[in-house]
């Protein structure tokens, strides 16, 4: 991105916020407060969020850079993977293998290694495996997503160790998705159909209320997907998988205030792929991945020092791969793998949260103090017989993190508010004969003021501390071809992230006509890393025979084109001086009733200060647009989405991730709901077929898709 272009961007972001404030001069400062959206309103901003500060609130009010996406938007655009509800949320964007049905979540360029902390009900998900992709993934289906509140940046510091680039919060289904207030059970079938690898998709939720003392949710998801042809007709092969998964909670409510919840998630996928090296190997994936939280909260509006969660959990991911295969040069078997041979990876994450929120009054000044900790313990087990390559790169170790916060969100005469926190990191990693180990003190401080009703400003100072991950620290390994080293690092230094953050939140209602709802939230970073923690070339160029044990005199006489004596150049993990990201985020919803229009724009920039070269993780810029019109007394809505993407051409020099062309994708949805009892889904991904590929993944996107599928609704009183 040119620096005229990013001055066209700043420039956007300080004409919106110009013509915001003027437009909210024009209200008296005596105005009523504004009041809240509609309820068939489709403005995602006026959704509950809490990763901003553990406490509730709407995500528009929230002085950061927060965004949810509810489960109204991930139904209406029938999503296979997350990545297709992820591209409207600005600062957000996936990295994914098509043939592995694992996402990685990028969050204002960072990603990889728990940078930005995922959580599916409140569980860390910090599976990752070394290869040709994301270095940490994670495996959700989204038909079993109720909800996302994402916060970007290191301002949720009170989120756990390492999310120097943002938290990504999953909600499964409940209960509530499937039942109204005055509904005691019921079930939700449903069942979809699609074109171009979009086989079958079947969901079954069913739940019931015992009274207002408990209720208990399951929900059964089977989906199955073939491999997909490009917008050329390509196909792209092992791009299909198979889905297994089952969702249990329960909720118990023994008293007034008091709550015990559990929830079990299973899921298991197959499928088969191959590496994206010319000594790839195909290997059949069979994926287990599972979590299971136990927590109690005690809330009651009565006891106002006293609003206490706890949870704990416990997260598995296992990945046995069974050796099918080489799909090059044969060079797999040359080194003994046979078909049949396995590599397994085991990740397991145990941990635990607590907090308590105490609301009270100093003077003029309403307090909501928060007091908290938690414990994360890593377990990651690898066993390789299948060549010694995909193990060596992913090794076996131990990491523990713990931490302790304190937040002070302080209100004054309405108008003010600040935020201050302080969090303490430590870390203990080992693993063969190396063991590192660290701590920090974090400082938060927020401002936010609201000088006209409808419109606040805030500004954040905020740090972050990342440890370094088990593979960065013990990753040791000989990669066959291309031949290169990689060595362990036992000195990493953790990753210090320091961002200044500014921002408007805007809430307008009886804009255009009476009745609508106007949101909108703009954000202008600038985020530097200290020790920032990347993959280096190190030591000079060797040379080693081609064939371990056979000498180039005697390889020289073996037919065939592979070469006897190879270059073999060492790369380690090293802690960069300073990284630093910066860039502006633009989100907004207007809705009329008859109809809803967002949009969402993003623009970030990132570069290693001492070489000013670019970053390979930051995304191009985007913008995102949803149009939607409701008829027949909102029954029916239909409407288009519009994807925006710029190219990325400045690749570092010798980066394996290629550079992508800017591209547009449209997108035409429609849903008919029958009765209460009955709806209708339909949407056409990619409508003009147009073939491109996302930056960052390796093979091509899919062409058209089309998707329909028909929920039926059975409930009693």
Not at 247 to 269: C, W
Not at 347 to 366: C, E, K, P, Q, V
Not at 632 to 660: K, Q, S
């Amino acid at each position: 991105m040119s620096r005229s272009s990013h001055r066209a961007w700043l420039a956007l972001g300080c004409s919106l916020l110009t013509l915001s404030v003027a437009q909210a001069q024009t209200q008296p400062r005596t105005a009523s407060p504004v009041r809240p959206a509609a309820p068939d309103a489709d403005v995602s901003l006026d959704t509950i969020s809490v990763t901003s500060t553990k406490t509730p609130g709407s995500a528009v009010d929230a002085l950061s850079g927060t965004s949810v996406v509810t489960r109204e938007q991930i139904e209406r655009l029938q999503p296979s993977r997350l990545s297709d509800v992820l591209r409207d949320v600005p600062g957000v964007t996936t990295q994914e293998n098509q043939n592995d049905p694992a996402q990685a979540i990028n969050i204002r360029g960072l990603q990889d290694f728990g940078r930005v902390n995922v959580l599916v009900d409140g569980a860390r998900q910090d599976f990752q495996t070394s290869g040709h992709s994301a270095n940490g993934v994670f495996y959700l289906d989204p038909e079993l997503v109720g909800g996302v509140d994402i916060t970007r940046g290191p301002t949720a510091t009170i989120y756990g160790s390492g999310a120097i680039g943002g938290v990504a919060a999953f909600r499964t289904r409940s209960i509530d998705d499937i039942l109204g207030p005055d509904e005691v059970a019921g079930a939700v079938q449903k069942q979809g159909f699609g074109t171009n690898g979009q086989r079958f998709l079947n969901s079954t939720a069913l739940g019931a209320r015992i009274g207002t003392a408990a209720d208990v949710f399951g929900q059964f998801v089977f989906r199955n997907n073939g491999p997909y042809r490009d917008g050329l007709g390509t196909l792209v092969r092992d791009t299909g998988n198979e889905l297994t998964s089952g969702l249990a909670k329960i909720n118990v409510r023994p008293a007034d205030g008091h709550e015990l919840s559990g929830t079990a998630l299973v899921q298991r996928f197959d499928f088969a792929n191959a590496g994206t090296s010319n000594a790839g190997a195909r290997f059949a994936n069979a994926v287990q991945a599972d979590t299971y939280t136990l927590g109690y909260r005690f809330s009651r509006p009565d006891v106002p020092l006293v609003d206490f969660s706890i949870k704990g959990y416990s997260t598995t991911t296992h990945n046995d791969l069974t050796f099918l295969q080489d799909t090059a040069s044969g060079l797999y078997g040359r080194l003994g793998t046979r078909a049949g041979d396995r590599l397994t990876y085991d990740i397991g994450t145990t941990g635990f949260d607590s907090h308590n929120t105490a609301r009270f009054d100093t003077g003029a000044l309403g307090h909501a103090l928060t007091v908290g900790g938690d414990v994360v313990r890593n377990d990651v087990r690898t066993t390789d017989n299948a060549g010694g390559f995909g193990g060596a790169f992913t090794p076996s170790g131990q990491r523990s993190l713990a931490g302790a916060f304190v937040q002070d969100e302080i209100r004054y005469a309405g108008w003010l508010r600040v935020i201050g926190a302080l969090r303490y990191d430590t870390y203990d990693l080992s693993g063969g004969a190396f063991r590192s180990s660290g701590d920090r003190l974090s400082p938060k401080i927020t401002v936010g003021v609201s000088p006209f009703a409808g419109i606040e400003l805030y500004g954040t100072y905020a740090e972050g501390y990342r440890a370094p991950s088990i593979t960065e620290t013990l990753v040791q390994g000989i990669h066959p071809f291309p031949a290169f080293t990689i060595l362990p690092n036992p000195t990493l230094r953790p990753e210090v992230a320091r961002t200044v953050e500014g921002g408007i939140n805007l809430k307008v209602n009886e804009v255009l006509v009476p009745g609508d709802v106007f949101r909108a939230k703009l954000n202008v970073f600038q985020n530097e890393i200290d020790d920032f923690i990347n993959i280096q070339a190190v030591g000079p160029t060797f040379f080693v025979p081609a064939i371990p044990g056979i000498p180039a005199s005697i390889c020289a006489r073996i037919p065939g084109r592979f070469p006897c004596v190879i270059p073999v150049q060492s790369f380690q993990y090293l802690n960069i001086a300073r990284a630093e990201l910066s860039g502006v985020e633009l989100e907004g919803a207007y809705d009329w009733g008859g109809g809803f229009v967002s949009l969402a724009a993003t623009h970030t920039q990132g570069r290693d200060r001492a070489t000013r070269q670019s970053l390979i993780t930051v995304p191009p810029d985007r913008i995102s647009t949803t149009l939607g019109l409701r008829f027949l007394d909102d029954r029916l809505t239909v409407g288009t989405r519009l994807n925006l993407v710029d190219a990325r051409t400045d690749v570092p020099p010798g980066a394996t991730i290629l550079a992508t062309k800017a591209y547009a994708l449209v997108d035409v949805f429609a849903s008919y709901r029958v009765n209460d009892r009955i709806k209708a889904d339909f949407i056409l991904q990619n409508a003009f077929d147009k073939r491109y590929t996302q930056y960052l993944n390796a093979l091509p996107n899919p062409g058209l898709v089309a998707k329909a599928a028909i929920s039926i609704k059975f409930a009693t009183r």
